[in-house]
């Protein structure tokens, strides 16, 4: 038997890529520079046509069409995702999460403060 997560599936795929994504955000420069700006603005804008989920995507892009990607610093990037994160949460009936720099800093960058993750 195949081990779990061979292949994928869209729930193992969206934890894999929402972690990637968060963790990503918390670590872009407060003050990016252009090029930076331009690579993460391309990386996100990239989602809604190459995400390997088509209905993910297809809603994706409809989302991000009237939410353009922030990436202005990494408080805005941070909101912005968790935002977007929030939407998919909403319609898949899962809890909203909290979008302040200090709940989404304790999920991906510095952990809470009493060590505990989730
Ligand atoms: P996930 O939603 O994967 O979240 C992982 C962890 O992130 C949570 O445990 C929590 O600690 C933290 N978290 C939760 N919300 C936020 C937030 N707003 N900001 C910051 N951190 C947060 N699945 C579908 O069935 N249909 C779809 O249309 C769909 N679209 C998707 C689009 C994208 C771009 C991505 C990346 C994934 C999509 N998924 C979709 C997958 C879905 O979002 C979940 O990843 C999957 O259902 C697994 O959910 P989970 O409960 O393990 O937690």
Same mark, same amino acid.
């Given at each position: 038997?195949?081990?779990? =997560?061979?292949?994928?599936?869209?729930?193992?795929? =969206?934890?894999?890529?929402?972690?990637?994504?968060?963790?990503?955000?918390?670590?872009?420069?407060?003050?990016?520079?252009?090029?930076?700006?331009?690579?993460?603005?391309?990386?996100?804008?990239?989602?809604?046509?190459?995400?390997?989920?088509?209905?993910?995507?297809?809603?994706?892009?409809?989302?991000?069409?009237?939410?353009?990607?922030?990436?202005?610093?990494?408080? =805005?990037?941070?909101?912005?995702?968790?935002?977007?994160?929030?939407?998919?949460?909403?319609?898949? =009936?899962?809890?909203?999460?909290?979008?302040?720099?200090?709940?989404?800093?304790?999920?991906?960058?510095?952990?809470?403060?009493?060590?505990?993750?989730?």
């Amino acid at each position: 038997t195949p081990p779990e =997560g061979c292949p994928p599936d869209v729930e193992q795929l =969206g934890r894999a890529t929402w972690t990637f994504l968060h963790t990503t955000a918390a670590y872009y420069p407060d003050r990016p520079t252009p090029r930076q700006k331009a690579n993460m603005y391309s990386l996100l804008s990239s989602l809604p046509i190459l995400y390997p989920c088509t209905h993910c995507a297809a809603d994706l892009g409809e989302n991000v069409k009237s939410h353009p990607p922030d990436v202005s610093g990494r408080v =805005g990037l941070s909101r912005w995702l968790c935002e977007r994160h929030n939407e998919v949460n909403e319609k898949l =009936g899962k809890p909203i999460f909290d979008c302040s720099i200090k709940k989404t800093d304790e999920r991906w960058k510095d952990g809470p403060s009493d060590g505990r993750c989730d």
